[in-house]
């Protein structure tokens, strides 16, 4: 596996070290003296063993975890053959921009660079290096070994590569990445800091006391510490600095209030105190909620992240129950565009646009659960529940319907890549939707299900399935619909249906005994076990099976020796082996002399064949 180093042990680089060595990295953690590097060990090896007396850790894990951290001084020998860099030094832009050039110097020419700023500019501490296409912000959330939310930040310059190496390595790292802009505050602290200041300024306006205003966002909010708590636990003197940040960028708006600056001269924590006035409750909160839509809004017409990565931002990152399109939809958007203007008039801010046009709709936001994304010429279809180990139900399914028409449609996709958010690939249909179901509503749930994965199988472009962990019932089914699957070793894949009294239902009992013959599939069926990747591959039920970390880029290596042969003949061979499977053998062969002969009349193979004749390389243009 990739070796990380890690710049800075404390709190932060600390956790982060912990992190990478408890997911099997090799890593270095490096600070300026021996007693801070000291401090960052005993900082992991508590958080270890509050780990082990929870049962979320094995004891023999502890030393284990510290013994494969490196603990140095020596920078430039610690960064010398790291693959990764993350730097996790306090947030002073001088000092960090000194870190990277340094850092540009030690280390070797692929390595990858990031920082694990919150809110200064990656732009600008890239420009320092030679290497701005492997330079990225990899934001991690407090604590950082066990937040799951990591913000992978992309600079102008960043290579599409690098920002692919490290959302994979977020996911080694058991993280749920979201990609965002390189813009103040990224996607979360652009309004999760603004609202400790929020809190402030209806202090400093009279609009209620701290205990009501406490009170009110804890309610508000379903959050269990309000935030004047908040700023006790993780410092006043953060949220004054983070503040003052967003308001050197972005203007008077996100100016700290007066009585933030006051605690922060004080050194004191805040003082929650008497009982709170529920009179006030709505008031209050709808002031939060004001500030909040709006700066969600923005983020979104801004294009710093999509509604779907602010909604993580919120739940995984500050875990919050929901995030702001979530409570949107949960009051109305109508009521939500008022609240907003209401804000906005108060606020001097622009009201979004975007809301007042969903408003008009008259409909909820759609926060899909399959993403898009594109590297390159593969389309990357990203079933996106991690929650639920990225179980199918009905929105998923509609959601993954749209998501195939987008790289059907994409003439610049050539393969597409389907795999899963989180630790599984899809663990099956959704069981909690099921259980309900009428016969004839499962029918019909049936019947979207297997039109879904038709459509895949019948796209006229490669599908690789990427299976990254559990691949169940219908996530099996989905791989099956695949033209190939690449698995991780430790992938667990099976059809556990008969387990809850059903059957496979989206064509496991059709596409298991043509894929591995039919008493294997009997055997899987019957049986509802799970084989490994390994095993999967041992049965010729996955193309291949390789270790997890090297998962995506086998499929990526696959997807560049299609997209290097000719798009159409890919096309018509896909439609002749698919046909070929469902009708007898001299019906398939007559399809063949079909579509062999069409491919004949294709410019693709003139250059094919004149190539081979001139011993060139051919340059396929898919007509
Ligand atoms: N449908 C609905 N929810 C599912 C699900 C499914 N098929 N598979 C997992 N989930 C949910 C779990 O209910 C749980 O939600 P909760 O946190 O609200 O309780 C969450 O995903 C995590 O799953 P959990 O069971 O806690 O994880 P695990 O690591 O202990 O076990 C599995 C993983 C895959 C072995 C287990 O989730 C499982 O057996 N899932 C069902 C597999 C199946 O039968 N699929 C075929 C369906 S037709």
Redesign the pocket.
């Known amino acids: 596996m990739a070796k990380i180093c890690v710049v800075g042990a404390g709190n932060m680089g600390a956790g982060i070290a912990q992190r990478c060595s408890q997911s099997g990295f090799s890593v270095s953690m490096v600070d300026i003296k021996d007693e801070f590097v000291k401090k960052g060990f005993d900082s992991i090896r508590r958080t270890l063993e509050d780990g082990v007396k929870r049962g979320k850790i094995k004891p023999e894990q502890v030393d284990a975890v510290i013994n494969n951290i490196n603990g140095t001084i020596d920078l430039a020998a610690a960064a010398a053959d790291a693959d990764i860099v993350i730097e996790a030094v306090f947030e002073d832009i001088e000092v960090k921009k000194k870190l990277f050039a340094d850092l540009d110097k030690a280390c070797k020419p692929e390595a990858i660079l990031a920082t694990n700023t919150s809110s200064l500019s990656v732009n600008e501490m890239a420009a320092v290096t030679a290497r701005p296409a492997k330079f990225a912000g990899l934001h991690f959330f407090y604590p950082a070994a066990i937040n799951q939310l990591i913000e992978v930040i992309p600079g102008d310059k960043t290579a599409p590569e690098t920002v692919s190496k490290l959302v994979d390595t977020a996911r080694l790292l058991q993280k749920l990445p979201i990609v965002v802009k390189d813009a103040p505050g990224f996607a979360v602290n652009r309004y999760f800091v603004p609202f400790l200041n929020e809190a402030c300024k209806m202090l400093d306006e009279g609009v209620a006391d701290m205990a009501t205003i406490e009170e009110a966002a804890k309610k508000t909010l379903q959050i269990g510490m309000g935030p004047f708590e908040l700023m006790n636990a993780t410092g006043v003197v953060i949220a004054y600095h983070a503040q003052e940040s967003l308001h050197k960028a972005l203007g008077t708006f996100y100016q700290p209030a007066a009585s933030l600056k006051k605690q922060l001269e004080s050194g004191q924590k805040w003082k929650v105190e008497g009982s709170p006035d529920p009179a006030k409750f709505d008031e209050v909160g709808e002031r939060f909620l004001g500030m909040l839509f709006c700066i969600a809004l923005h983020l979104v017409e801004e294009g710093v992240a999509t509604k779907e990565a602010v909604e993580r931002g919120a739940t995984v990152g500050l875990r919050w129950k929901s995030g702001p399109f979530a409570m949107m939809n949960e009051i109305g958007i109508e009521r939500s565009l008022d609240i907003v203007k209401k804000y906005a008039a108060a606020s001097y801010l622009k009201i979004p646009e975007i809301l007042v046009s969903q408003a008009a709709s008259k409909k909820p936001w759609s926060l899909r659960s399959v993403q898009v994304s594109k590297e390159g010429f593969v389309g990357v279809i990203t079933i996106d529940r991690p ?3 990225n ?3 009905s929105k998923v399914l509609g959601d993954l319907n749209h998501a195939i028409s987008t790289v059907a449609a994409d003439e610049s996709v050539k393969v597409v890549m389907v795999t899963g958010e989180g ?2 690939f899809v ?8 259980i309900s179901k009428t016969p004839m509503e499962a029918r019909t749930f049936t019947q979207l299900g297997q039109s879904v994965f038709k459509r895949l199988e019948d796209m006229d472009k490669a599908v690789i399935a990427a299976v990254n962990g ?1 691949a ?4 099996l089914e989905l791989a099956l619909s695949c033209d190939m699957i690449v698995a991780a070793e430790n992938a ?1 894949l099976g ?3 008969v ?2 009294g ?1 059957h ?2 989206f064509g496991g009992t059709q596409r298991l005994p043509r894929q591995i013959g039919k008493s294997k599939a009997k055997e899987l069926i019957f049986t ?1 076990g799970m084989v490994d990747g390994k095993e999967a591959e041992r049965i010729g039920l996955v193309n291949k099976a390789v270790p997890r970390e090297k998962l995506y880029d086998e499929v990526r290596k696959l997807a560049d020796k299609i997209a290097a042969v000719g798009p159409l003949a890919v096309k018509m061979a896909k439609s002749a082996v698919n046909k070929g499977t469902e009708v007898d053998l001299v019906s398939g062969l007559a399809y063949e002399i079909e579509t062999v002969s069409l491919c004949f009349s294709t410019e693709d193979k003139q250059e094919g064949m004149t190539a081979f004749i001139e011993k060139r390389k051919p340059q396929f243009k898919g007509r």
Do not use: C, H, V, W
């Open positions: 929650e639920a180990l179980a199918l139900n630790s599984a663990a099956g249909a959704d069981i909690k939707e099921m559990y169940l019932g219908g996530g667990r059809l556990p249906e387990t809850l059903i496979p239902g509802g």
